[in-house]
Every structure is written in C-alpha cells, then in structure tokens.
C-alpha cells in the first residue's frame, strides 16, 4: 500500500485482496473474550472529524484501541476551528505532536489530499465532502466477498451484479463504491431519479465500463447484490424530488420490490438509513440484509487499514 489512504485509486486489486486477508483475521478478534492485539502498541492514532459520525469514527477508534494503539478523538466542535482556526493550522497543530496516523473527515471535497501534503503522518480518508469514501467502499465488498463466500472463505465479485440506488449525485460511497467494486471485476449498475444522477457521469461509466439507468425496476430483477444509498437531505438546497412518498414509489426498497428480489440477493446499506424513504423497514431487517454485518466488517477492515499503514511491510517508522 502507499503511505496514504485517499481515494480506491490508491490500491490495487492485490492490495485489496491483501486487506480482506488480513480483515478475515482481524474479524475473528470480535469473536475474543479479551479483543487485544500489540500490533500499533507505541503509535498515535487521531480521528480528527469535522462533520458528525457514528458509524466510521466509532469504528477507527475501536480498530486503533484494540490494535493497542493510542486513539483520540477530535471533532470541529470540539476544536479550535470552532474559533475560526484555518485547516491546515489544525491539522499542523495536531502532526507537530508527533502523531502516526490522521483519520480525517471533512465537507471539503480534496480535503484530505491537501492534508497529506501538509503532513508527514499517514492520512485516512473518512470522507471527503462529496468525493470519496475508500474505507467504507472496502468493507462493503468485503461484506459481499464473505457473503458469497463458502467454507469461511471470502468468495469473488467477478462477474456478479451488483445494483447501487439512491441519491448518487451528493454520495461519496458510490463513487468509492464504482471504484472499488469493478477493480474487483464485478458489474455494477447504477440507478437514481435524473435529478439525483451525477452529471458527467457518463464519460465516466463509460470509462469503468458501468452502467446507469433511470429505471429501477427494469435492473432490480437481474442484480446478485442490492446496495441503497441514503437520500441525503442535509446536503440538498433545492427539491430534487416532488416528494419523500414519489421518491419511494419509484426508488425506494419496498416491501413489493422486496418480493422481486431472490432470498439469497443480499441487501446493503452504508447508514445511517431512511426507513421508509430509500428502503422500507421489511427490507432492512430481512434475513438477506447485510447492514449490520458491514458494520462488524467495518471495524474488521480498518482494523487491516490501520495494521497495513503503520505496522505492515512498507509502512513509515
């Protein structure tokens, strides 16, 4: 792996093979009555983020604290860019006391690409504005690899299609996601209303070789893999959609499109979820849906980030 953890582009499909091994080693700790390892035992961990989390920053703080790392959590409210500190003062402040790794979210999209430039500590995308989500994009197709997995092997994405719904325009888990999943050799289709449909995104599709559509019911029937995406209406200034009941009846995962699907197509979803909006209770709490099993591989795939950045062959001293 590079020194950083930016973008899915800073990984190959080897260095993500290379982390679900790991990961699947990682995953039995959760199983531990004592769930310690001396791996990062003397590093400093940071979790600097500037827009709320439960999910990631809960995750990375756990992965740092079981690996025996120190972890701290800093958040904007609860730093001095409250005060009006610029990011790179931040950022400067916290590397100057001589910190290892700096897990980072923030609303700026290339945020975290100009702080690993400022710095000399390894940098981890939490997310970044409306760009990238990597580690959330890894621990989904770990999720997948194990689920279609046999005999606690992780299985291949090659060739299975997965379907990505939702609100493309504001997600960074589906540009990870796009990234990550056809690396991996799986074919991926991507849905939303036209408003919600990132605009440019065809030279890109075309480019990766994915396939979008308006139609979510023309795709579902044919998909090996289901993955909502939040409607996320914090970031929303306009109406993207005439309202939360029309949204549903033409891209939420609902009860009769639940039907449609096999029982063994599972169904994910970054969270935090809409129910009722983007996915109906029924689909989130079916025996098919994976979202609580990405957030167990979710601790399990940092736990791997972190191992690989800072302990691993190549990381910095």
Not at 115 to 127: E, F, H, L, P, R
């Amino acid at each position: 792996m590079k020194k950083h953890l930016l973008s899915i582009d800073d990984v190959s499909a080897d260095d993500v093979a290379t982390l679900f091994e790991t990961a699947a080693e990682m995953h039995d700790v959760q199983r531990r009555q004592v769930k310690k390892l001396p791996a990062l035992r003397g590093r400093t961990v940071i979790n600097l983020f500037f827009e709320d989390s439960t999910r990631t920053r809960s995750s990375f703080e756990i992965a740092g604290k079981w690996l025996s790392a120190d972890t701290i959590n800093i958040t904007g409210k609860g730093s001095s860019a409250s005060k009006g500190e610029s990011l790179r003062d931040t950022v400067l402040t916290i590397a100057a006391m001589g910190v290892d790794a700096l897990v980072m979210r923030h609303a700026a999209s290339g945020s975290a690409l100009q702080v690993s430039q400022w710095v000399d500590a390894a940098v981890i995308n939490a997310g970044d504005g409306t760009h990238e989500h990597p580690s959330q994009a890894l621990l989904d197709a770990y999720t997948l690899q194990r689920r279609f997995g046999t005999d606690g092997r992780l299985g291949s994405l090659e060739g299975r299609h997965v379907v990505l719904v939702g609100d493309l325009t504001h997600s960074r888990v589906f540009r990870s996601n796009v990234l990550c999943l056809t690396k991996l050799g799986a074919q991926v289709s991507v849905v939303a209303p036209p408003t919600l449909m990132p605009s440019g995104v065809e030279p890109w599709s075309k480019e990766l070789g994915f396939a979008t559509s308006y139609d979510l019911d023309e795709v579902l029937p044919t998909a090996d893999a289901v993955m909502m995406l939040r409607v996320q209406r914090e970031r929303m200034s306009g109406g993207y959609f005439p309202s939360a009941r029309e949204y549903t009846v033409g891209y939420g995962l609902t009860r009769d499109r639940l039907a449609t699907l096999g029982p063994d197509v599972p169904i994910c979803h970054p969270g935090p979820m809409n129910r009722g909006l983007e996915i109906a209770a029924d689909a989130a709490d079916a025996a098919q849906s994976l979202v609580l099993d990405q957030v167990s591989a979710g601790l399990a795939v940092r736990m791997s980030i972190l191992y690989h950045l800072l302990a691993g062959e190549g990381s910095t001293s």
